[in-house]
Protein backbone atom coordinates (compact mmCIF):
# COMPACT_ATOMS: atom_id res chain seq x y z
CA UNK A 1 0.00 0.00 0.00
CA UNK A 2 1.52 2.84 -1.02
CA UNK A 3 1.77 6.53 1.29
CA UNK A 4 -1.29 7.99 -0.44
CA UNK A 5 -3.51 5.29 0.06
CA UNK A 6 -2.06 5.00 3.94
CA UNK A 7 -2.56 8.51 4.11
CA UNK A 8 -6.38 8.17 2.32
CA UNK A 9 -7.23 5.45 4.71
CA UNK A 10 -6.15 6.96 7.64
CA UNK A 11 -8.23 10.11 6.70
CA UNK A 12 -11.41 8.01 5.84
CA UNK A 13 -11.14 6.28 9.50
CA UNK A 14 -10.69 9.91 10.83
CA UNK A 15 -13.59 11.44 9.61
CA UNK A 16 -16.16 8.31 10.17
CA UNK A 17 -16.30 10.24 13.72
CA UNK A 18 -17.32 13.05 11.79
CA UNK A 19 -20.12 13.71 8.96
CA UNK A 20 -22.82 15.43 6.60
CA UNK A 21 -23.22 16.58 2.96
CA UNK A 22 -27.01 15.36 3.03
CA UNK A 23 -28.69 13.70 5.78
CA UNK A 24 -32.42 13.69 5.17
CA UNK A 25 -34.75 16.57 6.30
CA UNK A 26 -37.63 15.29 8.80
CA UNK A 27 -39.74 17.05 6.22
CA UNK A 28 -39.41 19.34 2.88
CA UNK A 29 -39.03 22.85 4.43
CA UNK A 30 -36.83 21.46 7.35
CA UNK A 31 -34.00 21.38 6.03
CA UNK A 32 -32.87 24.29 8.61
CA UNK A 33 -32.97 22.05 11.72
CA UNK A 34 -29.58 20.04 10.25
CA UNK A 35 -27.85 23.57 8.49
CA UNK A 36 -24.61 24.56 10.09
CA UNK A 37 -23.41 27.62 8.58
CA UNK A 38 -25.08 30.07 10.06
CA UNK A 39 -27.29 30.79 12.30
CA UNK A 40 -31.04 28.55 12.45
CA UNK A 41 -33.39 28.76 15.76
CA UNK A 42 -36.62 26.75 15.00
CA UNK A 43 -39.21 27.72 16.82
CA UNK A 44 -41.79 25.13 14.84
CA UNK A 45 -42.08 23.87 11.08
CA UNK A 46 -43.93 26.76 10.43
CA UNK A 47 -41.49 29.55 12.22
CA UNK A 48 -37.47 29.79 12.14
CA UNK A 49 -35.08 32.21 11.77
CA UNK A 50 -32.79 31.72 9.37
CA UNK A 51 -29.82 33.15 8.52
CA UNK A 52 -26.48 31.83 6.41
CA UNK A 53 -23.46 33.08 7.42
CA UNK A 54 -22.52 35.08 4.42
CA UNK A 55 -25.72 36.34 3.63
CA UNK A 56 -25.21 40.00 5.55
CA UNK A 57 -27.58 42.34 7.17
CA UNK A 58 -29.85 40.67 10.62
CA UNK A 59 -32.86 39.82 8.48
CA UNK A 60 -33.96 36.45 8.05
CA UNK A 61 -33.85 34.84 4.60
CA UNK A 62 -37.49 34.14 5.15
CA UNK A 63 -38.12 37.42 5.40
CA UNK A 64 -36.70 38.30 2.11
CA UNK A 65 -38.87 38.12 -0.59
CA UNK A 66 -37.26 37.30 -4.12
CA UNK A 67 -38.62 35.77 -7.44
CA UNK A 68 -36.69 32.68 -6.28
CA UNK A 69 -39.75 32.34 -3.56
CA UNK A 70 -43.10 32.79 -5.65
CA UNK A 71 -44.49 29.40 -4.67
CA UNK A 72 -43.42 29.73 -0.87
CA UNK A 73 -46.03 30.08 1.65
CA UNK A 74 -47.01 33.35 2.72
CA UNK A 75 -47.52 33.02 6.74
CA UNK A 76 -48.11 36.64 7.81
CA UNK A 77 -45.05 38.04 7.06
CA UNK A 78 -42.75 35.34 6.49
CA UNK A 79 -41.80 33.17 3.21
CA UNK A 80 -42.35 29.66 4.27
CA UNK A 81 -41.47 26.23 2.42
CA UNK A 82 -43.95 24.22 4.75
CA UNK A 83 -46.66 23.46 4.62
CA UNK A 84 -45.65 22.29 1.15
CA UNK A 85 -47.84 21.55 -2.12
CA UNK A 86 -45.10 21.13 -4.25
CA UNK A 87 -46.23 17.89 -6.50
CA UNK A 88 -43.09 14.87 -6.48
CA UNK A 89 -42.06 14.76 -9.85
CA UNK A 90 -41.61 10.74 -9.63
CA UNK A 91 -43.95 8.67 -9.80
CA UNK A 92 -44.03 6.77 -6.55
CA UNK A 93 -45.91 6.04 -3.04
CA UNK A 94 -44.32 6.79 -0.12
CA UNK A 95 -44.59 6.64 3.54
CA UNK A 96 -42.68 8.69 6.51
CA UNK A 97 -42.99 8.10 10.13
CA UNK A 98 -40.96 9.49 12.94
CA UNK A 99 -40.91 10.12 16.86
CA UNK A 100 -39.08 12.53 18.98
CA UNK A 101 -37.03 9.90 20.90
CA UNK A 102 -38.47 9.18 24.66
CA UNK A 103 -41.40 8.02 23.56
CA UNK A 104 -44.30 6.15 25.80
CA UNK A 105 -42.21 2.50 24.49
CA UNK A 106 -39.41 3.64 26.71
CA UNK A 107 -41.68 4.72 29.45
CA UNK A 108 -42.94 1.45 30.45
CA UNK A 109 -39.79 0.62 31.30
CA UNK A 110 -39.72 3.38 34.03
CA UNK A 111 -41.56 2.07 36.94
CA UNK A 112 -42.01 5.74 39.18
CA UNK A 113 -44.46 8.04 36.96
CA UNK A 114 -42.59 11.22 38.33
CA UNK A 115 -39.49 10.36 36.30
CA UNK A 116 -41.18 9.43 33.27
CA UNK A 117 -40.38 11.87 30.54
CA UNK A 118 -43.26 13.92 29.04
CA UNK A 119 -45.45 12.33 26.26
CA UNK A 120 -43.11 12.57 22.84
CA UNK A 121 -44.50 13.27 19.39
CA UNK A 122 -44.62 11.72 16.07
CA UNK A 123 -44.57 12.70 12.47
CA UNK A 124 -46.48 10.99 9.74
CA UNK A 125 -46.70 11.23 5.99
CA UNK A 126 -48.34 9.29 3.75
CA UNK A 127 -48.09 10.18 -0.70
CA UNK A 128 -48.35 8.92 -3.81
CA UNK A 129 -48.38 10.34 -7.35
CA UNK A 130 -49.59 7.68 -10.12
CA UNK A 131 -47.59 7.11 -13.82
CA UNK A 132 -48.55 9.22 -16.50
CA UNK A 133 -51.21 7.96 -18.79
CA UNK A 134 -51.11 10.14 -21.86
CA UNK A 135 -49.75 13.02 -20.01
CA UNK A 136 -52.14 12.81 -17.37
CA UNK A 137 -51.31 11.63 -13.58
CA UNK A 138 -52.53 12.31 -10.02
CA UNK A 139 -51.44 12.60 -6.71
CA UNK A 140 -52.36 13.05 -3.41
CA UNK A 141 -50.61 13.66 0.40
CA UNK A 142 -51.19 13.83 4.13
CA UNK A 143 -48.60 15.09 6.04
CA UNK A 144 -48.14 16.78 9.71
CA UNK A 145 -45.42 17.39 11.97
CA UNK A 146 -46.22 16.79 15.80
CA UNK A 147 -42.79 18.07 16.69
CA UNK A 148 -42.31 21.77 18.37
CA UNK A 149 -46.09 21.50 19.27
CA UNK A 150 -46.68 19.87 22.69
CA UNK A 151 -44.53 20.48 26.25
CA UNK A 152 -45.21 24.06 27.28
CA UNK A 153 -47.51 25.45 24.34
CA UNK A 154 -50.26 22.58 24.04
CA UNK A 155 -52.49 23.02 27.15
CA UNK A 156 -52.62 26.65 26.17
CA UNK A 157 -52.92 26.33 22.40
CA UNK A 158 -55.41 23.41 22.90
CA UNK A 159 -58.11 26.26 24.50
CA UNK A 160 -57.76 28.86 21.69
CA UNK A 161 -59.19 26.11 19.39
CA UNK A 162 -62.24 23.57 18.71
CA UNK A 163 -61.34 20.13 19.79
CA UNK A 164 -60.31 19.49 16.35
CA UNK A 165 -57.78 20.98 14.95
CA UNK A 166 -55.58 17.98 12.97
CA UNK A 167 -56.45 15.57 11.19
CA UNK A 168 -55.08 13.18 13.15
CA UNK A 169 -53.86 12.44 16.63
CA UNK A 170 -54.37 14.76 20.10
CA UNK A 171 -51.06 16.88 19.85
CA UNK A 172 -52.20 20.05 18.25
CA UNK A 173 -49.54 19.78 15.83
CA UNK A 174 -48.06 23.27 14.35
CA UNK A 175 -49.21 22.04 11.13
CA UNK A 176 -51.28 19.36 9.71
CA UNK A 177 -51.91 19.14 5.40
CA UNK A 178 -54.01 17.43 3.20
CA UNK A 179 -54.47 17.54 -0.99
CA UNK A 180 -54.78 15.56 -4.03
CA UNK A 181 -55.26 16.70 -7.49
CA UNK A 182 -54.83 15.73 -11.02
CA UNK A 183 -51.51 16.97 -13.53
CA UNK A 184 -51.16 17.39 -16.88
CA UNK A 185 -47.17 16.92 -18.63
CA UNK A 186 -45.78 17.11 -22.03
CA UNK A 187 -43.04 18.60 -23.90
CA UNK A 188 -44.77 22.12 -24.13
CA UNK A 189 -46.92 22.29 -20.27
CA UNK A 190 -46.53 20.83 -17.07
CA UNK A 191 -49.47 21.64 -15.25
CA UNK A 192 -51.47 20.70 -11.56
CA UNK A 193 -54.50 21.65 -9.67
CA UNK A 194 -54.65 20.50 -6.46
CA UNK A 195 -57.44 20.81 -3.31
CA UNK A 196 -57.11 20.04 0.15
CA UNK A 197 -57.70 21.18 3.27
CA UNK A 198 -54.96 22.29 6.55
CA UNK A 199 -54.52 23.21 9.50
CA UNK A 200 -51.25 25.72 10.38
CA UNK A 201 -49.84 27.98 13.37
CA UNK A 202 -48.54 31.13 12.77
CA UNK A 203 -46.40 32.91 15.25
CA UNK A 204 -47.15 36.71 15.12
CA UNK A 205 -45.16 39.71 15.24
CA UNK A 206 -46.70 40.09 18.60
CA UNK A 207 -45.48 36.48 19.61
CA UNK A 208 -48.69 34.80 19.49
CA UNK A 209 -49.00 31.95 17.61
CA UNK A 210 -52.38 32.20 15.82
CA UNK A 211 -54.79 29.19 14.78
CA UNK A 212 -56.02 29.30 10.95
CA UNK A 213 -57.33 26.39 8.74
CA UNK A 214 -58.13 26.55 5.66
CA UNK A 215 -60.73 24.80 4.20
CA UNK A 216 -60.64 24.72 1.14
CA UNK A 217 -57.45 25.54 -0.27
CA UNK A 218 -57.52 24.95 -3.97
CA UNK A 219 -53.60 25.50 -5.81
CA UNK A 220 -53.18 26.09 -9.72
CA UNK A 221 -49.69 26.21 -11.26
CA UNK A 222 -48.85 26.04 -15.01
CA UNK A 223 -45.22 26.29 -16.56
CA UNK A 224 -45.60 26.30 -20.43
CA UNK A 225 -43.35 28.16 -23.25
CA UNK A 226 -41.88 30.64 -21.45
CA UNK A 227 -44.10 31.49 -19.03
CA UNK A 228 -45.04 30.31 -15.24
CA UNK A 229 -48.35 30.30 -13.61
CA UNK A 230 -49.86 30.12 -9.63
CA UNK A 231 -53.24 30.96 -9.30
CA UNK A 232 -54.48 29.49 -5.71
CA UNK A 233 -57.36 30.34 -3.13
CA UNK A 234 -57.86 29.89 0.28
CA UNK A 235 -60.97 29.94 2.42
CA UNK A 236 -59.21 30.99 5.81
CA UNK A 237 -61.21 30.76 9.40
CA UNK A 238 -59.33 32.29 12.51
CA UNK A 239 -60.76 31.68 16.07
CA UNK A 240 -59.85 32.39 19.86
CA UNK A 241 -62.41 29.79 21.70
CA UNK A 242 -61.63 31.35 24.91
CA UNK A 243 -62.71 35.45 23.79
CA UNK A 244 -64.94 33.38 21.31
CA UNK A 245 -64.25 35.13 18.25
CA UNK A 246 -64.26 33.87 14.38
CA UNK A 247 -63.01 35.16 11.67
CA UNK A 248 -62.66 34.30 8.10
CA UNK A 249 -60.58 36.16 5.07
CA UNK A 250 -61.00 34.74 1.53
CA UNK A 251 -58.04 35.42 -0.77
CA UNK A 252 -57.05 34.95 -4.04
CA UNK A 253 -52.98 34.91 -4.46
CA UNK A 254 -50.83 34.01 -7.36
CA UNK A 255 -48.12 34.97 -9.71
CA UNK A 256 -47.26 35.13 -13.71
CA UNK A 257 -43.82 34.76 -14.54
CA UNK A 258 -42.13 35.75 -18.49
CA UNK A 259 -38.69 34.46 -18.99
CA UNK A 260 -36.65 34.92 -21.97
CA UNK A 261 -36.53 31.99 -23.92
CA UNK A 262 -33.43 29.57 -24.77
CA UNK A 263 -31.57 31.92 -27.09
CA UNK A 264 -31.69 34.57 -24.92
CA UNK A 265 -30.17 32.60 -21.81
CA UNK A 266 -27.37 31.79 -24.62
CA UNK A 267 -26.98 35.43 -24.85
CA UNK A 268 -25.47 38.57 -23.23
CA UNK A 269 -28.63 39.44 -21.91
CA UNK A 270 -31.29 37.72 -20.14
CA UNK A 271 -34.84 38.98 -19.02
CA UNK A 272 -37.54 37.87 -16.50
CA UNK A 273 -40.42 40.19 -15.89
CA UNK A 274 -43.86 38.95 -14.03
CA UNK A 275 -46.29 40.08 -11.32
CA UNK A 276 -47.34 38.92 -7.80
CA UNK A 277 -50.50 39.43 -6.51
CA UNK A 278 -52.59 38.82 -3.27
CA UNK A 279 -56.37 40.04 -2.89
CA UNK A 280 -58.30 39.26 0.59
CA UNK A 281 -61.66 39.93 2.06
CA UNK A 282 -61.92 39.69 5.73
CA UNK A 283 -65.13 39.03 7.96
CA UNK A 284 -65.59 38.78 11.25
CA UNK A 285 -62.06 38.88 14.06
CA UNK A 286 -59.56 38.01 11.39
CA UNK A 287 -56.10 38.73 13.42
CA UNK A 288 -54.13 40.49 10.38
CA UNK A 289 -54.78 43.31 7.80
CA UNK A 290 -53.33 44.28 4.33
CA UNK A 291 -53.91 47.90 3.06
CA UNK A 292 -56.45 48.42 0.54
CA UNK A 293 -57.41 44.33 0.80
CA UNK A 294 -55.08 43.97 -2.22
CA UNK A 295 -50.99 43.86 -3.33
CA UNK A 296 -50.11 43.86 -6.84
CA UNK A 297 -46.09 43.45 -7.08
CA UNK A 298 -44.92 43.75 -10.21
CA UNK A 299 -40.99 43.09 -11.13
CA UNK A 300 -38.05 42.71 -13.31
CA UNK A 301 -34.85 40.67 -13.57
CA UNK A 302 -32.25 41.52 -16.14
CA UNK A 303 -28.75 39.24 -15.76
CA UNK A 304 -26.06 41.07 -18.57
CA UNK A 305 -23.03 38.78 -19.17
CA UNK A 306 -20.68 41.09 -21.28
CA UNK A 307 -18.09 37.87 -20.64
CA UNK A 308 -17.27 34.65 -19.25
CA UNK A 309 -16.05 36.20 -16.59
CA UNK A 310 -18.28 38.86 -15.21
CA UNK A 311 -21.78 38.91 -14.89
CA UNK A 312 -24.47 41.94 -13.30
CA UNK A 313 -28.01 40.79 -11.73
CA UNK A 314 -30.54 42.64 -10.87
CA UNK A 315 -34.45 42.54 -9.76
CA UNK A 316 -36.53 45.86 -9.12
CA UNK A 317 -40.11 45.81 -8.18
CA UNK A 318 -42.34 48.60 -7.33
CA UNK A 319 -45.74 49.49 -6.62
CA UNK A 320 -48.02 52.57 -4.66
CA UNK A 321 -46.75 51.81 -1.76
CA UNK A 322 -43.09 50.59 -1.93
CA UNK A 323 -40.58 49.39 -3.23
CA UNK A 324 -37.11 46.72 -3.42
CA UNK A 325 -33.89 46.20 -5.19
CA UNK A 326 -31.53 43.81 -4.99
CA UNK A 327 -28.46 43.83 -7.39
CA UNK A 328 -25.18 42.72 -7.78
CA UNK A 329 -21.79 42.08 -9.96
CA UNK A 330 -19.16 39.18 -9.43
CA UNK A 331 -15.99 38.80 -11.64
CA UNK A 332 -14.09 35.58 -11.49
CA UNK A 333 -10.57 36.63 -11.56
CA UNK A 334 -8.86 34.47 -14.68
CA UNK A 335 -6.25 32.53 -12.94
CA UNK A 336 -4.63 28.68 -12.71
CA UNK A 337 -6.40 26.11 -14.16
CA UNK A 338 -7.49 24.47 -10.58
CA UNK A 339 -7.68 28.00 -8.79
CA UNK A 340 -11.36 29.36 -8.74
CA UNK A 341 -11.39 32.75 -7.88
CA UNK A 342 -14.17 35.25 -7.56
CA UNK A 343 -14.75 39.00 -6.38
CA UNK A 344 -18.61 40.26 -5.94
CA UNK A 345 -20.53 42.99 -4.44
CA UNK A 346 -24.31 42.99 -3.74
CA UNK A 347 -26.50 46.08 -2.85
CA UNK A 348 -30.50 45.82 -0.85
CA UNK A 349 -32.56 48.52 -0.94
CA UNK A 350 -36.48 49.35 -0.51
CA UNK A 351 -38.91 50.06 1.54
CA UNK A 352 -40.03 46.23 2.55
CA UNK A 353 -37.95 43.14 3.16
CA UNK A 354 -41.26 41.49 2.16
CA UNK A 355 -43.77 44.25 -0.05
CA UNK A 356 -46.33 41.51 -0.34
CA UNK A 357 -46.57 40.20 3.26
CA UNK A 358 -49.74 41.52 5.53
CA UNK A 359 -49.25 45.60 6.76
CA UNK A 360 -50.95 45.18 10.38
CA UNK A 361 -51.65 42.63 13.27
CA UNK A 362 -54.60 43.12 15.33
CA UNK A 363 -53.80 42.58 18.80
CA UNK A 364 -55.71 43.33 22.42
CA UNK A 365 -57.30 46.25 21.06
CA UNK A 366 -54.04 47.60 19.11
CA UNK A 367 -53.32 47.53 15.76
CA UNK A 368 -49.38 47.01 14.99
CA UNK A 369 -47.91 47.78 12.00
CA UNK A 370 -45.91 45.62 9.80
CA UNK A 371 -44.39 48.28 7.90
CA UNK A 372 -41.97 50.61 8.94
CA UNK A 373 -41.25 54.53 7.66
CA UNK A 374 -38.10 55.14 5.77
CA UNK A 375 -36.07 52.54 4.31
CA UNK A 376 -33.12 49.92 4.62
CA UNK A 377 -30.19 49.49 2.58
CA UNK A 378 -27.39 46.48 2.41
CA UNK A 379 -24.02 46.46 0.90
CA UNK A 380 -21.87 43.89 0.77
CA UNK A 381 -18.23 42.89 -0.87
CA UNK A 382 -16.95 39.37 -0.92
CA UNK A 383 -13.77 37.64 -2.33
CA UNK A 384 -14.31 33.56 -2.84
CA UNK A 385 -11.35 31.31 -3.78
CA UNK A 386 -11.18 27.46 -4.28
CA UNK A 387 -8.00 25.42 -5.01
CA UNK A 388 -8.24 22.21 -6.34
CA UNK A 389 -4.84 20.63 -5.19
CA UNK A 390 -5.51 17.43 -6.01
CA UNK A 391 -7.79 15.57 -7.89
CA UNK A 392 -9.41 14.15 -4.77
CA UNK A 393 -8.55 17.42 -2.43
CA UNK A 394 -10.22 20.89 -2.13
CA UNK A 395 -9.66 24.17 -0.06
CA UNK A 396 -11.60 27.26 0.02
CA UNK A 397 -12.56 30.18 1.93
CA UNK A 398 -14.54 33.69 1.41
CA UNK A 399 -14.55 36.44 3.71
CA UNK A 400 -16.92 39.30 3.18
CA UNK A 401 -17.69 43.10 4.65
CA UNK A 402 -20.69 44.21 4.90
CA UNK A 403 -22.96 47.41 6.23
CA UNK A 404 -26.55 47.74 6.74
CA UNK A 405 -28.26 51.28 7.11
CA UNK A 406 -32.16 51.55 8.30
CA UNK A 407 -32.51 47.49 8.65
CA UNK A 408 -35.77 46.43 9.83
CA UNK A 409 -36.61 45.74 13.77
CA UNK A 410 -38.90 46.11 16.40
CA UNK A 411 -40.20 48.74 18.24
CA UNK A 412 -41.37 47.31 21.80
CA UNK A 413 -43.38 49.36 23.64
CA UNK A 414 -45.08 46.96 26.39
CA UNK A 415 -44.62 43.18 27.22
CA UNK A 416 -48.09 41.57 28.13
CA UNK A 417 -47.95 38.11 30.32
CA UNK A 418 -50.59 35.39 29.84
CA UNK A 419 -50.09 32.24 31.47
CA UNK A 420 -46.87 30.32 29.91
CA UNK A 421 -46.25 33.13 26.90
CA UNK A 422 -44.95 36.82 26.70
CA UNK A 423 -46.39 38.88 23.87
CA UNK A 424 -45.52 42.34 22.94
CA UNK A 425 -46.83 45.84 21.65
CA UNK A 426 -45.23 47.94 19.63
CA UNK A 427 -44.46 48.48 15.55
CA UNK A 428 -41.78 47.30 13.25
CA UNK A 429 -39.61 50.00 13.14
CA UNK A 430 -35.66 50.72 11.91
CA UNK A 431 -32.29 51.30 13.34
CA UNK A 432 -31.52 54.06 11.12
CA UNK A 433 -28.07 53.71 12.07
CA UNK A 434 -24.77 51.78 10.39
CA UNK A 435 -24.43 47.95 11.52
CA UNK A 436 -21.34 46.13 10.13
CA UNK A 437 -20.24 42.88 10.23
CA UNK A 438 -17.06 40.92 8.33
CA UNK A 439 -17.36 37.31 8.00
CA UNK A 440 -15.00 34.68 7.07
CA UNK A 441 -15.36 30.78 5.75
CA UNK A 442 -13.16 27.95 5.55
CA UNK A 443 -13.43 24.74 4.09
CA UNK A 444 -11.40 21.55 2.81
CA UNK A 445 -13.04 18.54 0.96
CA UNK A 446 -11.94 15.59 0.42
CA UNK A 447 -13.31 12.98 -2.50
CA UNK A 448 -12.63 9.66 -3.47
CA UNK A 449 -14.83 9.05 -6.75
CA UNK A 450 -18.41 8.42 -6.33
CA UNK A 451 -17.40 6.46 -3.17
CA UNK A 452 -16.85 8.97 -0.44
CA UNK A 453 -16.87 12.68 0.12
CA UNK A 454 -15.91 14.87 3.10
CA UNK A 455 -16.10 17.92 3.91
CA UNK A 456 -14.29 20.24 6.62
CA UNK A 457 -15.81 23.47 7.31
CA UNK A 458 -15.75 26.44 10.12
CA UNK A 459 -16.83 29.81 9.82
CA UNK A 460 -17.14 33.54 12.31
CA UNK A 461 -18.91 36.57 11.73
CA UNK A 462 -18.45 39.71 13.74
CA UNK A 463 -20.65 42.21 14.14
CA UNK A 464 -20.39 46.08 15.53
CA UNK A 465 -23.89 48.14 16.26
CA UNK A 466 -26.73 49.16 18.12
CA UNK A 467 -26.64 45.29 19.34
CA UNK A 468 -29.67 45.68 21.97
CA UNK A 469 -32.32 46.74 18.75
CA UNK A 470 -31.10 43.15 17.13
CA UNK A 471 -34.29 40.99 17.01
CA UNK A 472 -31.38 38.25 16.69
CA UNK A 473 -27.70 38.44 17.55
CA UNK A 474 -26.82 35.86 15.72
CA UNK A 475 -23.88 32.96 16.47
CA UNK A 476 -20.63 34.51 16.32
CA UNK A 477 -18.62 31.40 14.92
CA UNK A 478 -19.46 27.48 13.76
CA UNK A 479 -17.57 23.94 12.68
CA UNK A 480 -18.72 21.32 11.10
CA UNK A 481 -17.44 17.89 10.15
CA UNK A 482 -19.27 16.45 7.02
CA UNK A 483 -19.33 13.07 5.07
CA UNK A 484 -21.13 10.66 2.59
CA UNK A 485 -20.60 6.98 1.81
CA UNK A 486 -22.26 5.45 -1.14
CA UNK A 487 -21.07 1.75 -1.13
CA UNK A 488 -21.85 -0.36 -3.98
CA UNK A 489 -24.09 2.31 -5.06
CA UNK A 490 -27.00 1.43 -3.51
CA UNK A 491 -26.26 1.84 0.39
CA UNK A 492 -25.72 5.65 1.62
CA UNK A 493 -24.60 6.94 4.86
CA UNK A 494 -24.44 10.55 5.93
CA UNK A 495 -23.60 12.06 8.94
CA UNK A 496 -22.86 15.57 10.31
CA UNK A 497 -21.32 16.48 13.69
CA UNK A 498 -21.22 20.46 14.25
CA UNK A 499 -21.18 23.36 16.54
CA UNK A 500 -22.69 26.34 16.72
CA UNK A 501 -21.76 29.58 19.46
CA UNK A 502 -24.36 31.56 21.29
CA UNK A 503 -27.14 33.09 19.90
CA UNK A 504 -29.61 35.94 21.40
CA UNK A 505 -32.82 37.01 21.09
CA UNK A 506 -34.05 40.53 22.01
CA UNK A 507 -36.98 42.92 21.91
CA UNK A 508 -39.27 39.68 22.97
CA UNK A 509 -38.81 39.41 26.35
CA UNK A 510 -37.30 41.94 28.62
CA UNK A 511 -34.55 40.24 28.82
CA UNK A 512 -32.21 38.65 26.79
CA UNK A 513 -33.25 35.20 25.80
CA UNK A 514 -30.11 33.60 25.03
CA UNK A 515 -29.48 30.73 23.09
CA UNK A 516 -26.54 28.18 24.45
CA UNK A 517 -23.77 26.87 21.57
CA UNK A 518 -24.13 23.22 21.53
CA UNK A 519 -22.98 20.59 19.56
CA UNK A 520 -24.72 18.50 17.36
CA UNK A 521 -25.03 15.24 15.54
CA UNK A 522 -26.75 14.10 12.17
CA UNK A 523 -26.79 10.83 10.20
CA UNK A 524 -29.12 8.78 7.71
CA UNK A 525 -28.54 5.54 6.44
CA UNK A 526 -30.45 4.42 3.29
CA UNK A 527 -30.62 1.51 1.62
CA UNK A 528 -31.81 1.44 -2.39
CA UNK A 529 -32.80 -1.37 -4.43
CA UNK A 530 -32.54 -0.23 -7.74
CA UNK A 531 -34.09 -3.27 -9.61
CA UNK A 532 -37.07 -2.73 -7.89
CA UNK A 533 -37.18 1.17 -7.38
CA UNK A 534 -37.29 1.07 -3.42
CA UNK A 535 -35.58 2.80 -1.08
CA UNK A 536 -35.96 2.75 2.39
CA UNK A 537 -34.29 5.43 4.62
CA UNK A 538 -33.78 5.89 8.44
CA UNK A 539 -33.19 9.40 10.15
CA UNK A 540 -31.39 10.32 13.29
CA UNK A 541 -31.38 14.60 13.76
CA UNK A 542 -30.18 16.87 16.80
CA UNK A 543 -28.81 13.93 18.70
CA UNK A 544 -25.91 15.27 21.47
CA UNK A 545 -27.77 18.65 21.71
CA UNK A 546 -29.11 19.48 24.65
CA UNK A 547 -33.06 19.80 24.78
CA UNK A 548 -33.55 23.42 24.16
CA UNK A 549 -35.99 26.24 23.26
CA UNK A 550 -34.40 27.94 20.28
CA UNK A 551 -37.18 31.08 19.96
CA UNK A 552 -39.16 33.11 22.81
CA UNK A 553 -42.93 30.91 22.65
CA UNK A 554 -41.33 27.92 20.92
CA UNK A 555 -40.99 24.58 21.78
CA UNK A 556 -38.44 22.08 23.05
CA UNK A 557 -36.23 21.44 19.89
CA UNK A 558 -35.33 17.35 21.00
CA UNK A 559 -33.48 14.81 19.22
CA UNK A 560 -35.35 12.26 17.01
CA UNK A 561 -35.93 9.57 14.62
CA UNK A 562 -37.76 9.37 11.20
CA UNK A 563 -37.63 6.66 8.45
CA UNK A 564 -39.02 6.68 5.01
CA UNK A 565 -39.77 3.56 2.86
CA UNK A 566 -40.41 4.94 -1.19
CA UNK A 567 -41.36 2.85 -4.11
CA UNK A 568 -40.60 4.46 -7.65
CA UNK A 569 -42.64 3.57 -10.34
Known sequence: MNSFVKKFVSALAISASFAFASVDAEMEGMDVVSRDDGTFLIASPTFYFDRALGAGGIHSESELWTPRKLRYRQLLNRLSVLPSWNPVETPSVWMKTGNELGDLIYQDFITDPSERPVNRTPILEVGARTPEYRGFWATFRLFQDDHYCYSSSYSYRKNLVDNKFSFFGENWPMFSSAYGGLGYTNDFINASILAGKEYVWIFSESSRWIPVSYSPRIEARADFWNFSTTLVFENANYQDKRKKETGERKEVNGSIVYSCGENCKRGMLQLSAGLAFRFVGDEGTVYTGLDEDRVLWPFLEMSIRPTDELRFDVMFGVNNRDWLIQDSIEYQVPVFNRLNVSVGAKNIAGTRLNPIADTYEYFDGDTISLAANGRMNLMQGYVRFEDSLTNFLVFGARGSFWAEHGAETFKTEKFVKDKIYTFRHGDVGRINSWIKGVTGEFWLKLRYGELFNFTALT?????????????????????????????????????????????????????????????????????????????LAGTIVQALGKEVVEAPNGEYSRVRFFCTAKKAF
Request: net charge neutral; hydrophobic share 35%.
Open 459 to 535: GFERIDGDEKRFEVNPSEFFVSFNADWIIKKSFRISHSLRYRSDAEWNLRYKDPYIVKGDWFWDATFEQRFPKWGIS
